[in-house]
T-cell receptor, first 113, second 113 residues
Framework: SQKIEQNSEALNIQEGKTATLTCNYTNYSPAYLQWYRQDPGRGPVFLLLIRENEKEKRKERLKVTFDTTLKQSLFHITASQPADSATYLCALNSGAGSYQLTFGKGTKLSVIP | NAGVTQTPKFQVLKTGQSMTLQCAQDMNHEYMSWYRQDPGMGLRLIHYSVGAGITDQGEVPNGYNVSRSTTEDFPLRLLSAAPSQTSVYFC????????????FGNGTRLTVT
């Protein structure tokens, strides 16, 4: 069966360190993968999209990698700040031409001052 | 720009009652979708639409109806509410059905007693 797993439900990290979140998937051949941030009581907010033919994408302090052989995406936040505390969701489509975006359950990141 | 607007923010229903969750977007997006978010289950796709007059089922469509008569609006109907439909509902839209980030509303929290 198809599955998306985000490495842990919760991750605590010291301010200033790099946070690394993992998204693994099975029985998908996604054409692209996305990462979202969700704050309590709010809808998810888009952060980054990476396509199957891209190895890495960066935006300010954020970096995403996509390894279709390992079936894994890594999401990094460098120089983390308490304001980065939120739940981070990965999402992928079911394959080329699919209109359905499936989400992982998320990792709750807490950045400790 | 208002983005994606969902109404109401909160709703309490009795079992068997019907209601419509409203969703409107002002970005001229072709693709719209409805998700429900439950603790421990993540976001699950209910229905989606790739354009006016076109709708399709997602992962958990049972008990819900949708229609898309205009590009802007995508209402979600609960015909006979059940306690299992207690959840937070998110509407989302994107410019394109594929390869495009989703813009989410801030959700409707529904309780069915």
């Amino acid at each position: 069966s198809q599955k998306i797993e985000q490495n842990s439900e919760a991750l605590n990290i010291q301010e200033g360190k790099t946070a690394t979140l993992t998204c693994n998937y099975t029985n998908y051949s996604p054409a692209y993968l996305q990462w979202y941030r969700q704050d309590p009581g709010r809808g998810p907010v888009f952060l980054l999209l990476i396509r199957e033919n891209e190895k890495e994408k960066r935006k300010e302090r954020l970096k995403v990698t996509f390894d279709t052989t390992l079936k894994q995406s890594l999401f990094h936040i460098t120089a983390s700040q308490p304001a980065d505390s939120a739940t981070y969701l990965c999402a992928l489509n079911s394959g080329a031409g699919s209109y359905q975006l499936t989400f992982g359950k998320g990792t709750k990141l807490s950045v400790i001052p | 720009n208002a983005g994606v607007t969902q109404t109401p923010k909160f709703q309490v229903l009795k079992t068997g009652q019907s209601m419509t969750l409203q969703c409107a977007q002002d970005m001229n997006h072709e693709y719209m979708s409805w998700y429900r978010q439950d603790p421990g289950m993540g976001l699950r796709l209910i229905h989606y639409s790739v354009g006016a007059g076109i709708t399709d089922q997602g992962e958990v469509p049972n008990g819900y109806n949708v229609s898309r008569s205009t590009t802007e609006d995508f209402p979600l109907r609960l015909l006979s509410a059940a306690p299992s439909q207690t959840s937070v509902y998110f509407c989302a839209s994107s410019y394109s059905p594929t390869n495009s980030p989703l813009h989410f509303g801030n959700g409707t929290r529904l309780t069915v007693t």
